[in-house]
Structures are given as structure tokens and as C-alpha cells.
């Protein structure tokens, strides 16, 4: 059974950053393919980025590119997203998943998911 926690939510203003952590237990962390999705409200589920279990390999949303990081530290079987200037439009559930696969960036391909952490922004 592989459970996923995060955390790093909150109340922000737009322009300034926050750091959301995933940690992983139950199965090897190494080899398992992440990735961060969102929902706001009355919206679907939404891609956000992704990272392969070896190779370094990312992905991101077109609506986070460029302002968004993802990365994993496997000797804490935590996976980061570091989100750089915040937008009111990046309010949402975010929730961590992982996927028994090398890289993964559809939402029907991951196996398990966290219970998702509130993120709001402030105008």
C-alpha cells in the first residue's frame, strides 16, 4: 500500500512562491514515476508537472511552464513542486500521485494519489 502526504499549502499573495512536499511510504520511491495535478473549483483535474524516476526527465502544464519546478529527493521519498509567481488563477486542490512507470503525465496512467492540499492566491 503506497501512501502519499502533503503538504506546503496555504494562503498566499500573487507574485510570491510556496513549496509543496509529497512524501511517499510503502513502496520504493525510486521507482515510481510523480507528478503534481490540480483542481480548482468547478474545474476538472488538471495536469501540472511530472518527473521520471531516473534520468531526471520533467514535464509541465502549459499554464505552469516556466514558473513552476518539480523535483524529488529519493533519499527522503519526498517530491517537491516549488511554484514561483503565483497567480489567483493557480487556486486549487493540489495533489501529489505516483505511478509505476518511468514518467507519467496523463491522470488515468497513475496508480495512487494523495488526499490533496488547499492552495490559495491571493489577488
Known amino acids: 500500500q503506497v501512501q502519499l502526504v502533503e503538504s506546503g499549502g496555504g494562503l498566499v499573495q500573487a507574485g510570491t512562491s510556496l513549496r509543496l512536499s509529497c512524501v511517499v511510504s510503502?513502496?520504493?520511491?525510486?521507482?515510481?514515476?510523480m507528478g503534481w495535478f490540480r483542481q480548482a473549483p468547478g474545474k476538472e483535474r488538471e495536469f501540472v508537472a511530472a518527473i521520471a524516476w531516473i534520468g531526471g526527465q520533467t514535464g509541465y502544464g502549459d499554464s505552469v511552464k516556466d514558473r513552476f519546478s518539480i523535483s524529488r529527493d529519493n533519499t527522503r521519498n519526498t517530491l517537491y513542486l516549488q511554484m514561483n509567481a503565483l497567480k489567483p488563477e493557480d487556486t486549487a486542490v493540489y495533489f501529489c500521485?505516483?505511478?509505476?512507470?518511468?514518467?507519467?503525465?496523463?491522470?488515468?496512467?497513475?496508480?495512487?494519489w494523495g488526499q490533496g492540499i488547499q492552495v490559495t492566491v491571493a489577488s
Open positions: 510503502g513502496r520504493t520511491f525510486s521507482n515510481l514515476g
Open positions: 500521485a505516483a505511478a509505476h512507470r518511468v514518467f507519467v503525465t496523463l491522470e488515468e496512467e497513475y496508480d495512487y
